[in-house]
């Protein structure tokens, strides 16, 4: 699994065997357990992220995830005014909804699936 830190936030990216998508662990690594493995996918014009899959903690809110994807994709300061995240394309969550409560509603197959964009998309 690699990590990267942001502001004490951890994430960490998530290998999956194609056969049945369900999370593999290299030796010596801890499980998963509490943590919500998500997709990031880019919408419109946003440019699109080397490692798609991520893992975090139930407790860390959306606003953990749209701060950290302002810092991974070197935004400027107007980019970063105008990203806006999406569930499912359907709705963009308030920045303080935690991660676990998104995806007790909205995972599919125990992925969550998150849309960033640079303009208002769906919702």
Known sequence: MST????????????????????????????????????????????????????????KTIGHIVEFLKKYMQLDVEQQKQLFLYVNQTFAPAFDTTIGAVNDCFNSEGILVLHYTFTPAWG
Do not use: C, H, Q, Y
């Open 4 to 59: 990267i830190e942001s502001d004490k936030t951890e994430f960490k990216t998530v290998n999956f065997d194609e056969t049945n998508l369900s999370p593999t662990r290299p030796s010596g690594d801890s499980e998963n357990d509490g943590k919500i493995v998500f997709l990031l996918k880019a919408a419109g014009g946003a440019p699109i992220l080397k490692k798609k899959k991520w893992a975090l903690p139930r407790s």
